[in-house]
C-alpha cells in the first residue's frame, strides 16, 4: 500500500504576482473579487487563498470562525481597522467581524483557520 501526498504548490516571486497575475487560473468569488485556492474549500477546515480584488471590489459584512491571517501584497484594502496597504499583515482573531474593500484594487494572501460566516 502507497501513501497518497498532496502535490506540492510553490508560488514563486510572491511579492510581485501582480505583474503576473494573469498566469493564475482565479476563479469569480464574489462581485469583482476573484479567488485562487491554494488548499481548502472554505467549508470545513483550515483554507488558504490569493483574492484578487477590482476596484471598488468588496467582500460583505462576515464573522471568524478561527483565526484569519491577511497578507496585502499589491494595492490596498479597508476594514473597521483602516487601509491596510501593500506589506502590511493583518491578523483577524475568532469572533471579529468585518467588510472588507478595495478603493483602488489589491492582491492578498489570506489564511482561514476555520471557516467564515456570513
Known amino acids: 500500500m502507497t501513501e497518497q501526498h498532496e502535490p506540492v504548490l510553490i508560488l514563486k516571486d510572491l511579492i510581485n504576482i501582480a505583474s503576473r497575475q494573469d498566469e493564475l487560473p482565479w476563479q469569480p468569488f464574489r462581485p469583482g473579487v476573484d479567488i485562487y485556492r491554494l488548499y481548502g474549500n472554505g467549508e470545513e477546515g483550515s483554507a488558504a487563498a490569493l483574492?484578487?480584488?477590482?476596484?471598488?471590489?468588496?467582500?460583505?459584512?462576515?464573522?471568524?470562525?478561527?483565526?484569519?491571517?491577511?497578507?496585502?501584497?499589491?494595492?490596498?484594502?479597508?476594514?473597521?481597522?483602516?487601509?491596510?496597504?501593500?506589506?502590511?499583515?493583518?491578523?483577524?482573531?475568532?469572533?471579529?467581524?468585518?467588510?472588507?474593500?478595495?478603493?483602488?484594487?489589491?492582491?492578498?494572501?489570506?489564511?482561514?483557520?476555520?471557516?467564515?460566516?456570513?
Open 51 to 118: 483574492l484578487r480584488y477590482q476596484p471598488e471590489a468588496s467582500v460583505p459584512k462576515h464573522q471568524h470562525t478561527g483565526f484569519e491571517h491577511v497578507f496585502v501584497i499589491s494595492g490596498s484594502q479597508t476594514d473597521g481597522n483602516g487601509e491596510h496597504e501593500a506589506g502590511t499583515l493583518v491578523i483577524n482573531s475568532p469572533g471579529t467581524k468585518h467588510s472588507v474593500k478595495s478603493q483602488a484594487g489589491c492582491i492578498v494572501l489570506v489564511i482561514w483557520e476555520k471557516p467564515i460566516s456570513y
